[in-house]
């Protein structure tokens, strides 16, 4: 491993936006503290959900608004830039195999379960492999602990 390495950024220049976050209407599609850290993607008017395998990252939930809903969803703050120490899920068309090099573009890997905590500490990544070309929501991986193999972690950055 290299001496110098980048990591992850945290700081005044994050851009997090506040959203309604929630898989869907109604109390048990609500994210939670617990789902704080996992990649989620647009999925309503003005509102985030948790992303599937293969999804495209549009950014990390930051916070919860531990208080009321607001016309019946949870609010949260979105992170959408900056680096994220990821575990590293193989290839988008075969999550669970295959390597991800420095410089690749990843997509959503196998997503922990809504309310529940990330079992890992980081959320996974896929190496985007299906119409790579046609990404909109570019996340690239800039540095590796380790060896790029399925269950190492890496760190990626928005592009």
């Known amino acids: 491993m290299a001496k110098f390495q980048f990591n992850e950024t945290l700081d005044q220049l994050?851009?997090?936006?506040t959203a309604r976050v929630a898989d869907g209407t109604g109390s048990n599609n609500q994210l939670a503290d617990a789902d704080v850290g996992k990649f989620v993607k647009l999925?309503?008017?003005s509102r985030y959900g948790l992303c599937a395998v293969g999804d495209e990252i549009?950014?990390?939930?930051d916070s919860i608004?531990?208080?009321p809903t607001q016309d019946g969803y949870t609010l949260g703050g979105v992170r959408?830039?900056?680096?994220?120490?990821?575990?590293l899920d193989g290839l988008q068309a075969t999550a669970g195999t295959g390597t991800i090099a420095i410089g690749d573009y990843v997509v959503a890997g196998t997503p922990v379960a809504r309310g529940t905590a990330l079992s890992g500490a980081y959320p996974?990544?896929?190496?985007?492999?299906?119409?790579?070309?046609?990404?909109?929501q570019l996340w690239r991986v800039v540095?590796?602990?380790?060896?790029?193999?399925?269950?190492?972690?890496?760190?990626?950055e928005r592009v």
């Open 14 to 17: 994050a851009q997090i936006v």
């Open 43 to 45: 999925a309503g008017d």
């Open 58 to 61: 549009e950014g990390v939930l």
């Open 65 to 67: 608004n531990g208080g």
């Open 80 to 87: 959408k830039n900056g680096r994220v120490k990821v575990t």
């Open 124 to 136: 996974k990544v896929c190496k985007a492999t299906a119409a790579a070309t046609g990404l909109v």
């Open 143 to 156: 540095a590796l602990y380790g060896t790029g193999a399925v269950g190492q972690l890496a760190l990626i």
